[in-house]
């Protein structure tokens, strides 16, 4: 994906457990093979829909992390974004009732380091 100029390549998982640091090498991979191929850099997003198989409001819970301290330790490190699907979902809800901007979900994703933070989009 490109946008504002920069380069971005994604990762979806969905998966029973957390997001596993397997899907952020992976993410990364795609990056680095992107780097060599088209001597450009570019930043990884990894969407996790982690616990798919629980109701969103079970998830992100202290035993159920959608990303674990490690996952987001080492995407900090390496500049990825960690989008969580349940976050996204509820960001993508307020843009289809007009209350924010497709612009304003992008910059969440793309300027993250770590895990987007999309607190800011749901104050009413």
């Given amino acids: ?11 979806c998982k969905g998966v029973a457990k957390s997001v596993s640091l397997a899907h952020l090498r992976q993410v990364q991979d795609y990056v680095l093979k992107y780097e060599e191929d088209e001597g450009a850099a570019g ?7 982690a616990w798919r198989d629980l109701p969103p409001n079970e998830r ?3 035993d ?9 330790e080492r995407a900090q490190q390496f500049g990825v974004s960690l989008v969580s699907s349940v ?11 007009g209350e924010i901007r497709a612009d304003e979900i992008l910059d969440v994703v793309t300027n ?9 989009l749901m104050v009413i």
């Fill in 1 to 11: 994906m490109e946008w504002r100029g920069a380069v971005f390549l994604a990762e």
């Fill in 43 to 49: 930043k990884g997003i990894l969407f996790g829909n």
């Fill in 60 to 62: 992100n819970t202290n």
């Fill in 64 to 72: 159920r992390p959608v990303f674990p301290k490690n996952v987001i």
């Fill in 87 to 97: 976050d996204l979902f509820y960001a993508i809800s307020r843009f289809l009732n």
């Fill in 112 to 120: 993250a380091n770590g895990v987007a933070d999309f607190r800011p």
